[in-house]
């Protein structure tokens, strides 16, 4: 079935550094790629999303890009705050598919200051 | 204004309990989920319903039951509870089943003992 493999964390780094976060995606078709981020204490929110290949999906200064190639969808940060610390969710949709987001297994990030 | 709230936030029972957990949603969304999140932070998808009609119903113990009385809250309901049970239970919306943006509540952290 569909499915998203994202890094294992946790991640800790120093304010101002650069986050990477990978993700790669196995689906038949065509899906739609999705971030979420859960702060402390709180529920998923939608960080930001590509619905077709080369889409780049940007809020908040992350980035990712759907790349069909490599079946990835990396999460990247150029220069993180202590605000940032949070479990970062990698999601996958099938557009045809049975109406379910496929969630990773999240990265929890820690930002020192 | 909470755009998907969810009673209680904090849930502590013995095994052997039945208790409920109750989500509305104010966004006007047509469809409504319910996810487990255990420990390590893995988020599995429970049950959707949309406009009131069961759409996933994934596999769990019998022992959960959702309940749409409109299409803006849905209940869980749990009996017979096991320490198992215990983990945050996530509430979300989205506009239409095929929508994938999703909209999380807080979480009701339930702890059975």
């Known amino acids: 079935g569909d499915s998203v493999t994202q890094m294992e964390g946790p991640v800790t780094l120093s304010e101002e550094a650069f986050l990477t976060i990978n993700c790669t995606y196995t689906?038949?078709?065509?899906?739609?790629l999705f971030w979420y981020v859960q702060y402390p204490g709180e529920g998923l929110q939608l960080l930001l999303k590509a619905t077709k290949a080369d889409d780049k999906g940007s809020n908040k200064g992350f980035e990712a890009t759907y790349r069909k190639e490599t079946t990835s969808f990396h999460l990247e940060k150029g220069s993180v705050q202590v605000s940032d610390s949070a479990v970062y969710f990698c999601?996958?949709?099938?557009?045809?598919?049975?109406?379910?987001?496929?969630f990773g297994a999240g990265t929890t990030v820690t930002v020192r200051a | 204004d909470t755009a998907v709230s969810q009673t209680p936030k904090y849930l502590v029972t013995q095994m052997g309990n039945d208790k409920s957990i109750k989500c509305e949603q104010n966004?006007?969304?047509?469809?409504m989920y319910w996810y487990k999140q255990d420990s390590k932070k893995f988020l599995k998808i429970m049950f959707s319903y949309n406009n009131k009609e069961l759409i996933i119903n994934e596999t769990v113990p019998n022992r959960f039951s959702p309940k749409s009385p409109d299409k803006a809250h849905l209940n869980l309901h749990i009996n017979s509870l096991e320490l198992g049970d215990s983990a945050v239970y996530f509430c979300a919306s989205s506009l239409a089943v095929s929508s994938y943006e999703q909209y999380f509540g807080p979480g009701t952290r339930l702890t059975v003992t």
């Open positions: 966004l006007g969304h047509d469809t």
């Open positions: 689906a038949t078709g065509y899906p739609s």
């Open positions: 999601a996958l949709a099938t557009p045809t598919g049975d109406y379910k987001l496929s």
